[in-house]
């Protein structure tokens, strides 16, 4: 079992930078690859980004590449999201999710065992 939990959100202007952090529960975390999705009023949840177990790989969706940073700290437990150059259409809740699937870069929900409970992030233009 894991539990996972978001900070890190706020009130940002368009151009500036927040970092979101998922601190994870549980000794296995090392084994567990990360994702993060956001979710926007009215829309469907949305895949943001992954990284790998290991922290070797990651994967962003086109409209974060080049601004958005998925990093982790096995030893903290802990995975970031770094966010550069926002934009209002950054504007979500953002949620941390965890894959027993290690070295695998889901970007589907259901490929995502745990989640946490979401952090907002508003954009203003």
């Known amino acids: 079992q894991v539990q996972l939990v978001e900070s890190g959100g706020g009130l940002v202007q368009a151009g500036g930078s927040l970092r979101l952090s998922c601190a994870a529960s549980?000794?296995?975390?090392?084994?567990?690859?990360m994702g993060w999705f956001r979710q926007a009023p009215g829309k469907e949840r949305e895949f943001v980004g992954a990284i790998t177990s290991t922290g070797r790989r990651t994967y962003y969706t086109d409209s974060v590449k080049g601004r958005f940073t998925i990093s982790r700290d096995n030893a903290k437990s802990t995975v970031y999201l770094q966010m550069n150059s926002l934009k209002p259409e950054d504007t979500a809740v953002y949620y941390c999710?965890?894959?027993?699937?290690?070295?695998?870069?889901?970007?589907?929900?259901?490929?995502?065992?745990?989640w946490g409970q979401g952090t907002q992030v508003t954009v203003s233009s």
């Open positions: 549980g000794r296995t975390f090392s084994s567990y690859s």
């Open positions: 999710a965890a894959s027993r699937r290690g070295s695998y870069l889901g970007t589907r929900r259901h490929e995502y065992e745990y």
